[in-house]
């Protein structure tokens, strides 16, 4: 599930980092069309060996929730089942993370899961700063990326694209590598003198 708000005015926003990740995904891994389901966008294809659906909820951030829930009942999904892709304030832009369960810290769009999923699905938070006033989060979130993130972000969605299949298979270690490889690229081995 990626997370953000519908509608060409908002596509380009930090809070739908989540769009942007599920959007790669689903373009570099050559799934269907995207398609109107469950109060979202939605679209299947192939990561590895495992048969995977992508979702946007297109019920705004605060409804999210809803779109996943009718989502999970039709697939007869578990939350352990569902990952969610989310912009996280707390972490420095580029950066992510991979959490299973816990707490929502004040998103609105993790806050609606919770109400109606529960708590126990797994989180990539992605990276996108803090503005370092809690009176600028929502201007700040709702506003475009700058230009100059494009290189760090265009990084980070490669990255998560790259690291997918081990993602839906269930390693999260290997995601987090595949991920760093873009986002953090090795430098050459120094030539010995």
């Known amino acids: 599930v990626g997370l953000g708000n519908p509608g060409a005015k908002y596509a380009r926003n930090r809070h739908n980092i989540g769009y942007m990740a599920v959007d790669r995904i689903a373009e570099d891994h050559g799934f269907a069309p995207w398609r109107g389901k469950f109060q979202g966008a939605t679209t299947q294809g192939q990561l590895g060996r495992e048969k995977v659906v992508l979702l946007k909820p297109e019920t705004f951030m605060n409804l999210s929730g809803q779109s996943v829930g009718e989502a999970m009942r039709f697939f007869k999904l578990a939350p352990e089942d569902v990952t969610v892709f989310h912009d996280e304030l707390d972490l420095a832009p580029g950066r992510l993370k991979l959490k299973q369960g816990g707490g929502h810290a004040g998103h609105n769009g993790l806050r609606s899961l919770h109400q109606h999923i529960g708590d126990d699905y ?32 265009d990084d980070l969605l490669r990255g998560i694209a790259d690291g997918a299949v081990h993602l839906a298979s269930g390693d999260g270690a290997k995601f987090t590598n595949a991920v760093a490889l873009r986002t953090a690229p090795q430098k050459p081995k120094a030539k010995p003198k």
């Open 122 to 153: 797994a989180r990539v938070r992605l990276g996108i700063g803090h503005p370092g006033h809690k009176d600028r989060v929502s201007p700040y979130v709702l506003s475009d990326f700058a230009k100059a993130d494009a290189d760090w972000l």
